[in-house]
């Protein structure tokens, strides 16, 4: 199987930044996409940024030209960063992995526990 482990987020004032960082251990063949989704209270878990293997970022328009999303594949670890940060930022965010395990070779959603960032105006 497949095990995320997040590490970062916590309290940030407005207009500030954060940073998540996320781990895939296990018996991966390989992660097709990894980054990071996020729930707020009361609202449906939604997409914030993720990237491919190939380079390719898919976003949420709310976060869009305020983050920056790298993966080390190396390392099976994906890096954010968030900026000017809002109090609607403030949510619970997953970290998310489009992974094929060994044992079976399907690609299939993975999910890390959850670290909560709570954006104080």
């Known amino acids: 199987q497949v095990h995320l482990v997040e590490s970062g987020g916590g309290l940030v004032q407005a207009g500030g930044s954060l940073r998540l960082s996320c781990t895939a251990s296990g018996s991966i063949v390989s992660i097709f996409a990894m980054g990071w989704y996020r729930q707020a209270p009361g609202k449906q878990r939604e997409l914030v940024a993720t990237?491919?293997?190939?380079?390719?970022?898919n976003s949420a328009v709310s976060v869009k030209d305020r983050f920056t999303i790298s993966r080390d594949d190396a390392k099976n670890t994906v890096y954010f960063e968030m900026y000017s940060l809002k109090p609607e930022d403030t949510a619970v965010y997953y970290c998310?992995?489009?992974?094929?395990?060994?044992?079976?070779?399907?690609?299939?959603?993975?999910w890390g526990q959850g670290t909560q960032v709570t954006v104080s105006s």
């Open positions: 998310y992995a489009d992974a094929s395990p060994y044992s079976d070779y399907q690609y299939k959603p993975f």
């Open positions: 990237l491919t293997n190939g380079g390719t970022t």
